[in-house]
């Protein structure tokens, strides 16, 4: 089972990335972690791709492309499929990645669409962290650790606040969004592997919702229970 998360900054799509790979054992791959790694590591392509970052802007295809397809083929052939979370961002990383997939006789099962207003958005981005060792997504508000101070997933206790998580960048966010990653939406539609969610109910409601769709997913993968 292969499905692409989609969705604004501030969706949820690393939340429910993170839900789908605990219980369909599959494995997230998100393009925004691939690419800070690469920033943190001072690698050429950190140091090519962080000022695009820091604006807000969408790092070119190509960069993202060759990170995201050479993560791919890294995967082991033990791991029953990937969610992809931020890639494709733009019709052109869409066709490519199809075009990548049927060489290896794979496909997207599912493109499931996030949606959520940017009234919402930008009060969601504010206050949101991530747990530094399993990435599980945090909030301020809306969601803190059971236990304050302490990863609920993997009891570690250092966390992350991005740096393009402020007031200007979200915004310029935003508008990439809206100008270049919603004519994916479209793409998919025709393709018919498109599955829209209201990303504004509460976290367990869009799970639930995404588990009626992978449930009807081509490759039939039985969700394990959760512990
Ligand atoms: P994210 O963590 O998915 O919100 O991504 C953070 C930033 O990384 C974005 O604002 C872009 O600058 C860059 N980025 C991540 N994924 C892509 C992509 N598929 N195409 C272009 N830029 C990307």
């Known amino acids: 089972m292969n499905v692409i998360v989609m969705g604004p900054p501030g969706a949820g799509k690393g939340t429910q990335s993170k839900y789908i790979e605990d219980r ?12 800070r790694n690469a920033v943190a590591s001072e690698s050429e392509i ?83 962290f991530t747990c530094a060792k399993c990435g599980e997504g945090y909030h301020d508000k809306f969601k803190r650790p059971k ?13 992350n606040r991005r740096a393009d998580d402020n007031p200007d960048t979200v915004r310029n966010r935003l508008a990439v969004y809206h100008k270049q990653t919603k004519p994916l939406v479209d793409y998919y539609r025709k393709e018919g592997r498109l599955r829209i ?22 490759s039939n993968l039985v969700a394990s229970e959760r512990v």
Request: net charge negative.
């Open 147 to 159: 236990v304050e101070g302490v990863c609920d997933r993997c009891g570690s206790t250092a966390f």
């Open 24 to 35: 369909y054992r599959v494995k997230q791959l998100s393009s925004g972690d691939m690419l």
């Open 46 to 128: 950190g140091k090519l791709a962080k000022s695009y970052m820091d604006a807000g802007q969408l790092v070119p295809d190509r960069v993202v492309m060759d990170i995201v397809f050479a993560t791919i083929d890294s995967l082991s052939d033990t791991v029953p499929g990937f969610i992809l979370d931020g890639f494709p961002r733009t019709v052109q990383q869409a066709k490519e990645l199809d075009a990548f997939l049927e060489a290896k006789q794979k496909a997207i099962d599912w493109a499931i669409v996030i949606d959520v207003s940017d009234d919402r958005l930008v009060e969601r981005i504010a206050g949101r």
């Open 197 to 218: 969610i209201d990303g504004e109910l509460p976290i367990d409601q869009v799970s639930k919702h995404i588990d009626e769709i992978l449930s009807n997913a081509p």
